[in-house]
């Protein structure tokens, strides 16, 4: 009589016939992969800095993954409905997201709830680009370093103005954050976009500004623009000669956004640890440098885990930043 093994021992071999099978289907997934276009989603319109970075990665990136890497503007609500998008795709290495400083920690900061967690639901591949803002004034302004306009500002309390781009943009948390390290108080005066608020203040409308440096450099390098310091921790290669919030008499400040790859959460590690190489090497490409540091935003790539811990600091950051300053949201 044929004996028979225990059902315990069937069941014991038999997964570890289906490991064994799968080991190998993994493996061959991660090295032939991509095996179809992946899509780029970015949460903003054509031609800001969000497309542009997008834009420029996705050129050279498509190339050394031998499929196209199809960016998707998928705009709205401060880029959060290309956010959920992504945190709702399929983790499978064939959807990523263009994630941002605005949906990541501003617009949870601001509106309390967002439909989707930017902490627990990505997997981050890497930086890719720091948003460093400029603190400016007009030409006829007497301030010509950052000390003198806080001593102005102190001086003359409630009486100076500034533009911004929008209430809760980057550039006006920032500036909440410099105002209150600073001790002072300017009066906010909020546009919608960059452009708006940059031709008030060249054309002597508003004394000075707090905004992006993409918008502001060529004003500044044709002297319409007296520009007095960055936000970044280190100066931007668009205008090196600018000196940072920090260097200017307030060390360790630092208040810059970011822009950033990343996948839904469960995507396989060997696909995150691919496109994070991949990324990398076209970030130090002198082409793409270029292309991103000629409108002022400056190429700075990370590995996963720092870019994790960024986005964790900053959520927390901003959400203290826009309670203390009792900012809502447009």
């Known amino acids: ?17 289906v490991l064994a099978l799968a080991a190998p289907l993994e493996a061959w997934s991660a ?3 991509p095996t179809k276009p992946i899509r780029l989603l970015v949460g903003f319109p054509p031609g800001g800095a969000n497309d542009l970075v997008a834009r420029a990665v996705a050129a050279k990136l498509g190339p050394r993954l031998g499929q196209q890497v199809i960016v998707e ?48 639901d990505f997997a981050p ?8 803002s400029l603190l400016s004034v007009h030409p006829s302004m007497p301030a010509k ?7 102005l500002a102190k001086k003359q309390p409630g009486t100076i103005n500034y533009a911004t781009p929008g209430a809760g943009s980057i550039a006006h948390l920032a500036s909440e954050l ?19 608020a940059v031709a008030d203040v060249v054309a002597g409308h508003v004394e000075c500004m707090f905004s992006l440096i993409s918008t502001q450099t060529p004003h ?53 640890d691919r496109i994070h190489k991949e990324t990398v090497a076209v970030l ?9 540091e000629n409108v002022g935003l400056d190429p700075e790539p990370s590995d996963p885990a720092a870019f994790h811990a960024l986005i964790k600091a900053d959520h927390a950051r901003w959400d203290k930043v826009v309670r203390d300053a009792g900012i809502k949201a447009n």
Do not use: C
């Not at 009589?1 to 016939?17: D, E, K, Q, W």
């Not at 600073?182 to 452009?195: D, E, Q, S, T, W």
């Not at 130090?284 to 991103?292: D, G, T």
């Open 145 to 151: 370093s950052l000390k003198q306009l806080v001593a």
């Open 220 to 272: 500044v390098r044709a002297a319409r623009l007296r520009a007095l310091a960055v936000s970044s921790a280190k100066r931007s290669n668009a205008l090196p000669e600018v000196p940072t919030i920090a260097e200017s008499g307030y060390p360790g400040f630092e208040a810059s956004g970011w822009l950033g790859l990343v996948f839904p959460a469960k995507t396989p590690r060997a696909i995150v």
């Open 1 to 17: 009589m044929r004996s028979r093994l225990p059902r315990s021992t069937v069941l014991a071999l038999l997964s570890g016939a």
């Open 178 to 196: 410099f105002w209150k390290t600073a001790g002072i108080r300017l009066n906010h005066v909020p546009y919608k976009g960059g452009g708006p």
């Open 125 to 132: 591949a890497t930086q890719a680009a720091l948003v460093t």
């Open 284 to 292: 130090k490409m002198r082409e793409v440098q270029a292309q991103l």
């Open 31 to 33: 090295e032939t992969y």
């Open 73 to 120: 503007n998928r705009a709205g609500a401060g880029g959060n409905i290309a956010t959920e998008l992504a945190a709702r795709a399929a983790p499978d290495g064939y959807t990523m997201l263009l994630a941002s400083v605005a949906s990541f920690a501003m617009s949870p900061a601001l509106l309390g709830k967002v439909p989707f967690d930017p902490i627990n």
